[in-house]
C-alpha cells in the first residue's frame, strides 16, 4: 500500500501562491487516482482536485478551477495553488485510490472511503 507524505504547506497573503507536494513511497505511482482535498476548521473535507497518473487527466471544481493545476513527475504529485484567498485556508491532504482505480469524474463528488492511503495533511493559511 502506498505511503503519502504532504509538504509545502505555509502562510501565504491573499494573491499569493504555494506548490503543495504529495511524495508516494512503498510503490510506483502509475495506474491510481490521487487527490487533493481540503478541510476546514467545521467543514468537511473536500476534493479539490484530482489526476489519474496512467493517462494524466485531472479535474477541478469550479471553485479552484483556473487557479489550481495538479501535476505529477514520477512518485510525487504536485499541487501548484495561484491566486490564493483566505477561503482556500485549510488542512490539506492528498490521497490515493486503490491500485487501477480511476478519479471520479468530479472530485468534489468524491466518496472518500473510495481513497485508500491518506497523508497527514499540510496547513495552508491564506492572511494578510
Known amino acids: 500500500q502506498l505511503q503519502l507524505v504532504e509538504s509545502g504547506g505555509g502562510l501565504v497573503q491573499p494573491g499569493g501562491s504555494l506548490r503543495l507536494s504529495c511524495a508516494a513511497s512503498g510503490g510506483t505511482l502509475r495506474y491510481y487516482g490521487i487527490g487533493w482535498f481540503r478541510q476546514a476548521p467545521g467543514k468537511e473535507r473536500e476534493g479539490v482536485s484530482c489526476i489519474n497518473t496512467s493517462s494524466g487527466d485531472a479535474n477541478y471544481p469550479d471553485s479552484v478551477k483556473g487557479r489550481f493545476t495538479i501535476s505529477r513527475d514520477k512518485n510525487t504529485v504536485y499541487l501548484q495553488m495561484n491566486s490564493l484567498k483566505p477561503e482556500d485556508t485549510a488542512v490539506y491532504y492528498c490521497?490515493?485510490?486503490?491500485?487501477?482505480?480511476?478519479?471520479?469524474?468530479?472530485?468534489?463528488?468524491?466518496?472518500?472511503?473510495?481513497?485508500?492511503?491518506w497523508g497527514q495533511g499540510t496547513q495552508v493559511t491564506v492572511s494578510s
Open positions: 490521497a490515493a485510490t486503490a491500485f487501477m482505480d480511476r478519479c471520479p469524474d468530479e472530485i468534489q463528488k468524491a466518496r472518500l472511503q473510495n481513497f485508500r492511503s
